[in-house]
T-cell receptor
């Protein structure tokens, strides 16, 4: 199992503003990922958070919109920049245990943009 | 890229009934996981099962890697089983998990 915490758990934001989501995991033997889940949809990978270097983004996601930091092995942040109502989603942090190859998810951040 | 298809897309059961959820994938995988997303949005790991069969209480799963499918069995369903069940795969060690569209299960009392 794994212990992953995220904050905030939810937020309501105005369009044009930015929100930074924090994620803390309990293991150093891990990869970290950020996913988005739009309403009624499945999970889509935004990026892999790399420790000490730039994140690896998936097609359709760019650093200017979703800057990611991972200053150490157990902590990462995702910023949703210049938000619009289309950014209203659940954002989930995830860790993959490199020994067992099992992936776990945090509780998510439910974001509403007005 | 690899495609993951889940069926059925939704399912309504009476409490106590059994069900089988299916996950088909289009290429060889070395990681397959089943998750349950509860009504509050939390994703719970059910099984890590790239091949073979596992059981955990009323739930069991079987993956036939050579035929590129996995099945999740729920027996004696309870209302707390309601939610969305996701299958996710990756095809390389440490690689990204690709999710299916999910099966939404509703168990009625």
């Amino acid at each position: 199992s794994a212990v992953i915490s995220q904050k905030p758990s939810r937020d309501i934001c105005q369009r044009g503003t930015s929100l930074t989501i924090q994620c803390q995991v309990d293991s150093q033997v891990t990869m970290m990922f950020w996913y988005r889940q739009q309403p009624g949809q499945s999970l889509t990978l935004i990026a892999t958070a790399n420790q000490g270097s730039e994140a690896t983004y998936e097609s359709g996601f760019v650093i200017d919109k979703f800057p990611i930091s991972r200053p150490n092995l157990t902590f990462s942040t995702l910023t949703v920049s210049n938000m619009s109502p289309e950014d209203s989603s659940i954002y989930l942090c995830s860790q993959r245990n490199l020994r067992t190859d099992t992936q776990y998810f945090g509780p998510g951040t439910r974001l509403t943009v007005l | 890229g690899i495609q993951v298809e889940q069926s059925p897309p939704d399912l309504i059961l009476q409490e106590g009934a059994n069900s089988t959820l299916r996950c088909n994938f289009s290429d060889s995988v070395n990681n397959l996981q089943w998750f349950h997303q509860n009504p509050w949005g939390q994703l719970i790991n059910l099984f890590y099962i790239p091949s073979g069969t596992k059981q955990n209480g009323r739930l069991s799963a079987t993956t036939v890697a050579t035929e590129r499918y996995s099945l999740l069995y729920i027996s004696s369903s309870q209302t707390t089983d309601s939610g969305v069940y996701f299958c996710a795969v990756s095809y390389n060690q440490g690689g990204k998990l690709i999710f299916g569209q999910g099966t939404e299960l509703s168990v009625k009392p």
